[in-house]
C-alpha cells in the first residue's frame, strides 16, 4: 500500500513511471505519470497522522512482495505462471523490497538514491531469498535526533 500510494502520488518528484500490472480483464496495464498531487507531495501530513510518517518502523512490517514471481528474473513465461506463483506466496523467487526503504523509494526512486539505500542495508526488487539477512540501517541518520530526521528534512512540515 505504502508504495503504491506514494508511487501513485509522486509523479512530480519521481524520475521514473509508476507502473503496476492488474490480473483484471486479461491483464490491465497501469501507469501513473500522468497523476498529479493537488498539494505539497512533501507535506507527509496531507495523508497522514503525526507518528505514522517517520522512523524507525514497528519491528514486525514486512517485507513488501512488489512482483509475485515463480523464477528468479521475474519473467514468467505466461500469465498462467504468474497466476500459479500468487497461490504459493511466500515464493523465495519473489521480488521485494525492505520495508523502510519501500517507504522512502517509492518517492526517492532516482539511480542514486538507489545506491544510498543499498549501500545501507536496504534492498529494492531483489529476490526473497536473496534478502534474508539485511538489515536495513536508515535510522541512524534520519530517525528522531540524528542528522537528517524524516520528520524535519520535509520541509513543509516545519511550516
Ligand atoms: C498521498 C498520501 C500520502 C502522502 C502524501 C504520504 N504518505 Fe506515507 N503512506 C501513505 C499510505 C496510504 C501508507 C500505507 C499505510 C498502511 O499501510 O497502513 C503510507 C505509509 C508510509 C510509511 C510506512 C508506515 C508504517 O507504519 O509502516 C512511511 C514511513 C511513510 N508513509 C512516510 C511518508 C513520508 C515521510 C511522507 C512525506 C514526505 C509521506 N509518507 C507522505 C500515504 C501517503
Ligand atoms: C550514515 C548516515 C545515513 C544512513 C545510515 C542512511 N542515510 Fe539516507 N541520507 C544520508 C544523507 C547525508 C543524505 C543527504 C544526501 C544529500 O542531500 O545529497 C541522505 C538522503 C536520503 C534520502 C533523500 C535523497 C534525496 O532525494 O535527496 C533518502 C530517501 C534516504 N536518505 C533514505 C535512506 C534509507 C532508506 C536508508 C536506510 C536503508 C538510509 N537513507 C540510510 C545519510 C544516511
Ligand atoms: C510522499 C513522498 C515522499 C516520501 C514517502 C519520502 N519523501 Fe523525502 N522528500 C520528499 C520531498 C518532496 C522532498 C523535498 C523537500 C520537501 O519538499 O519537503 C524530500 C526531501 C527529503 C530529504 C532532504 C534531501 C536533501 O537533499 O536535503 C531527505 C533526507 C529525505 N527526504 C529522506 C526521506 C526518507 C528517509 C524517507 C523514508 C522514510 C522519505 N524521505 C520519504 C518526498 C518524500
Not at 508511487?7 to 507502473?19: F, K, N, W
Not at 514486525?60 to 504459493?88: E, F, I, S
Request: proline share 4%.
Amino acid at each position: 500500500m505504502k508504495e503504491m500510494i506514494h508511487g501513485i502520488h509522486a509523479s512530480s518528484i519521481r524520475t521514473t513511471d509508476y507502473e503496476h500490472v492488474r490480473d483484471r480483464s486479461g491483464g490491465l496495464y497501469y501507469n501513473w505519470s500522468e497523476v498529479t498531487f493537488p498539494n505539497d507531495i512533501g507535506n507527509c501530513l496531507v495523508c497522514h497522522d503525526e507518528n505514522t510518517y517517520d522512523l524507525p518502523l514497528a519491528e514486525n512490517v514486512l517485507m513488501t512482495t512488489n512482483r509475485t514471481t515463480g523464477v528468479a528474473n521475474g519473467q514468467d513465461a505466461t500469465t498462467a505462471a504468474v497466476r500459479d506463483a500468487r497461490k504459493t506466496v511466500p515464493n523465495a523467487t519473489d521480488w521485494v523490497i525492505t520495508p523502510a526503504t519501500g517507504a522512502c523509494y517509492s518517492c526517492h526512486d532516482s539511480a542514486d538514491n538507489v545506491a544510498h539505500m543499498e549501500a545501507l542495508g536496504g534492498a529494492i526488487d531483489k529476490n526473497r531469498s536473496d534478502v534474508l539477512g539485511y538489515v536495513e540501517n536508515c535510522v541512524a541518520c534520519h530517525g528522531p535526533g540524528s542528522i537528517l530526521p524524516v520528520g524535519e528534512v520535509h520541509t513543509a512540515l516545519n511550516e
